[in-house]
């Protein structure tokens, strides 16, 4: 190879790109043994976008001015920088690939166009810089040498600190970077699709790089070999059509609001629309929204921040702004997380989508910027340096341990059950980056087990003060090895149903998005399966299923829905046969076996075959003596009723299981056959509750009456809470306080929490409460 050849000549000289390829070539060989990093990917190319720009442009500076050097014309220097860059991002990508020997890579060729958009182009861009500066100290002195090589690198960190400060300064936390390209901006969502706004993004960088070359084009040197620009006088059309190039560049940039290159708070605030203040909060929601659903965001805003107030025992900023989108696509393009929530507390602010009322997450984010005022730094957040390098555990389980979820098991019975199966990792790793290597369903919930125990135990100074950012060791005078065994002996003192101990290990088992087989690709192609399901396009979604499982074959929900595609559409004999053996597995998770249980049951619950009705009742029977979840128990209970209960059968079909397989549950059939028979106590409850979640709230009120004897207990728990729910959208004060009242201390018989782990009856307590404090 005559150019290997060359540059190893070029090495022994200590020729500037030589070196600079082989620095390439062993920094991003090391990157590629990080995980996630190794083979050409998202992760990959934000690395080279980091990088390799900032080498790329030094490169080329100092390679077109060192001594002696037979300088090109000022177009064939800004082409050898884009050839630098070329060159440069080609090692990196070269390094990738042969990553692909040892790292196990679903679609090792999928995101090399990602790479071609994002950190190619930066690297070229680079070049091209390099070259510009370069021509500042052409025959100039070392000083000068030196300066453009400073410039060089110090343009890419320039860019960086103009993305962290849309960051600091704006809602944002994706970016687009001209040198590195695109920065997703969270951990948590894998599905990395920028969109056209990064075409868009690079079609300004493509006029940016032909504005200079059309400008150097018609660039002359001097017999010094500085470049001449007296001579872009007779160089009109092409100095006109680089300006042209320039104005579209800038034009571009100019319009990044509108491409969804970069958005502020008003860019936001306007794209939305809807817009309410109260006494603490302000609302920012989709336009089209109705008043009374906007006045409930307003009135559930203020109720949440005053509850985290009070149980955190600290107030709050003055003002708190929380943005409502109406879509996790909405949420992405305006500020960059899709699925995942944000709080930025040292902007006062939340990020949500549109979730009904009350809030399920609202409460949580809160929190966040509620810590803000017992945090440090300029982000009011807990972590060493002033908060600059966050500690995630801390900050997550303080929100966790303020507004708990409602689920009836509790973050300390989940964390008991994870020590019991020797899962629960040491509260060292959980309160420092080692957070991020966790699941997020184990590092929330045991960080906020411990904060939890930390509040009780020590009491709220001291939560605050190590939140402050002084160290929990020193302000319990007790060591990390002291307080991991002090959590523990609390744990085995907590009571946790035995029962449950198969979905712990199921739920907290998985790995996290470091752990899993090509998190990006697989959950990509199951959303496209997943589309191709609900529009009954069976090849479509076979093929989709079949994709997935080809790239990781433990992927359960793709198995699953694989089975239930041939139930309801396809070969009804095949997927009986698939989901029978997977409920049939005891290697495979018991809540994946009892999914596959659900769908044969459900199955069954369509048929006009009696004989399959029992044994549609007989799977539900089994399957709620089981449950923990307390809503998908409270479904098998309602599914058992209609398999039990003939006159039940058409309403709950209807609203549950859907009459016709290929169009799923109806809710205008479900409302049809409902009134044919609304007058069985559970038929009203599912009227009332029908009703309460699309906002009619006085309709509702009547079908929510004293929960009868009759239903089954979880049926009763979750009456209770969506009469709850409507007494606090009526403002019926008095009812809440009765409600209150009888819930709270411990239940008496016929109580429906009458043997509850207790989680859902704090959930219904917690939010009365709110209610009450909003008033």
Known sequence: MPWLRSQLLELRRGRPLAVAVVAAFVVMGAV????????????????????????????TALDLTRPG?????????????????????????????????????????????????????????????????????????????????????????????????????????????????????????????????????RLGTLTTIAAVLAIASGLDRKSDGRVDLRS????????????????????????????NHW???????????????GPRCTVVYPKGTRVDEADLLLRDCEGQLAHVERTMGTRGPERVTAFFFASPDDKKRFMGAAHTYIAKPWRHEVYLQVGGFPHPVLGHELAHVVAGSVGQGPFRVAGEWGGLLPNPGLIEGMASAISPDDEDLTDAQWARAMKDLDLLPPMGRIFSLGFLGESSAKSYTVAGAFVQWVMDRFGLPTLHSWYGGKSLDGLTSLSWAQLDAAFKAYLDTVEFPPAAKAFAEA?????????????????????????????????????????????????????????????????????????????????????????????????????????????????????SAEAVDEDQGRTYDVKLFAAEHPEARPAIVALLVGSDPRRGPDLFQGGVRLGEWSQAPLARY????????????????????????????????????????????????????????RYTGQPAEGDPYLGTAGGRKAALVRLIDRCLLAE
């Open 32 to 59: 590629g043994f990080l995980p996630l990093f190794g083979g050409p990917g998202y992760e990959h190319a934000l690395a080279t976008g980091l990088l390799l720009p900032g080498l790329t442009a030094a490169t």
């Open 69 to 201: 050097r037979i300088l090109p014309s000022a177009l064939g220097a800004c082409l050898e920088g884009a050839r630098n860059g070329a060159i440069l991002a080609s090692i990196s990508l070269a390094t990738a690939v042969l990553h692909l020997v040892h790292v196990r890579t679903c679609d090792p060729f999928g995101q090399v166009p990602l790479f071609f958009l994002t950190a190619f182009f930066g690297c070229v861009l680079a070049g091209v810089y390099g070259a510009v500066l370069a021509e500042l100290a052409v025959r100039g002195r070392k000083r000068r040498r030196l300066l453009a090589i400073g410039l060089s690198v110090a343009a890419v960190l320039l860019c960086v600190a103009v993305s962290v400060g849309r960051f600091v300064t704006s809602p944002m936390i994706f970016a687009f970077d001209p040198f590195v390209g695109y920065f997703s901006g969270t951990l948590y969502d894998t599905i990395v699709n920028p969109g056209t706004a990064l075409y868009t993004y």
């Open 232 to 259: 872009l006088l007779g160089a009109k059309l092409r100095l006109g059509i680089g300006v042209a190039f320039a104005v579209g560049s800038l034009a571009i940039t100019a319009e990044g609001a509108t491409l």
């Open 263 to 277: 958005h502020t708070k008003e860019t936001i605030t306007e794209a939305l629309g809807g817009h309410r203040e």
């Open 507 to 623: 739920k907290f088992k998985r790995p996290g998005v470091f752990g899993r087989a090509c998190p990006h690709l697989v959950d990509r192609l199951r959303g496209e399966a997943d589309a191709c399901r609900e529009a009954a396009d069976v090849p479509c979604a076979r093929a989709g299923y079949d994709a997935v499982l080809a790239k990781d074959p433990d992927d359960f929900n793709a198995r699953i829905s694989r089975g239930v595609l041939e139930l309801k559409l396809g070969d009804q004999g095949q997927g009986t046969s698939v989901l029978a053996a997977l409920a049939s597995d005891a290697r495979i998770p018991r809540p994946y076996q009892n999914r596959a249980d659900e769908a044969l049951a459900d199955g069954d619950l369509q048929s006009a075959d009696a004989a399959r009705h029992k044994s549609a009742a007989d799977r539900y029977r089994k399957l």
């Open 686 to 741: 599912l009227i009332g509750k029908n009703l309460a979640q699309h906002g009619f709230y006085d309709d509702a009120r009547p079908f929510l009456a004293t929960p009868d004897a009759t239903l089954p207990p979880r049926v009763r728990r979750e009456l209770v809470r969506q009469r709850a729910i409507t007494a606090c959208v009526r403002r019926e004060k008095n009812e809440l306080l009765e409600m209150r009242a």
